[in-house]
């Protein structure tokens, strides 16, 4: 007797699978563009507005936020030698300080000019 073929993940998805992932694409499409032009955006003001964390304040701020989440309290030690975690916590500052930047701006703040030549 032989034994029944068993799909294996190189073939393509059986037609309903296809069809609930096409729905759930089209429905995740607007979100999902919407994300990244603001992603776009800010990543622009962040190069204009020359913001730009020093690895003293990533780490500062990495340790900050570790201490506030009581999974992460004990994983520091991980996080700090985690090339992608520290990534993850230099983006964020990064987008925070940008937003602040952003915000004062809107809020009337002038912005502090680098010298030039230093």
């Known amino acids: 007797m032989a034994s029944p073929v068993t799909p294996t993940r190189t ?6 699978d296809a069809l609930r992932f096409q729905e759930w694409a089209a ?7 919407t994300r990244l032009r603001v992603d776009m955006v800010l990543g622009e003001a962040t190069k204009k507005l020359d913001v ?3 690895t003293e304040e990533v780490y500062s701020y990495l340790l ?3 201490a506030k989440d009581e999974e992460l309290r004990g994983e520091v030690d991980k996080l700090t030698q985690n090339r992608n ?10 987008r ?6 952003l915000v004062g701006i809107a809020s ?3 912005l502090e000019s680098k010298k030039e030549g230093a």
């Open 11 to 16: 073939h393509p998805p059986p037609l309903p």
């Open 27 to 33: 429905k995740a499409r607007p979100d999902a563009e």
């Open 52 to 54: 730009n964390p020093t």
């Open 64 to 66: 900050t936020e570790a």
């Open 85 to 94: 975690a520290v990534e993850y916590f230099r983006h964020r500052l990064t």
């Open 96 to 101: 925070l300080k940008t937003l602040e930047k």
């Open 108 to 110: 009337g703040e002038k």
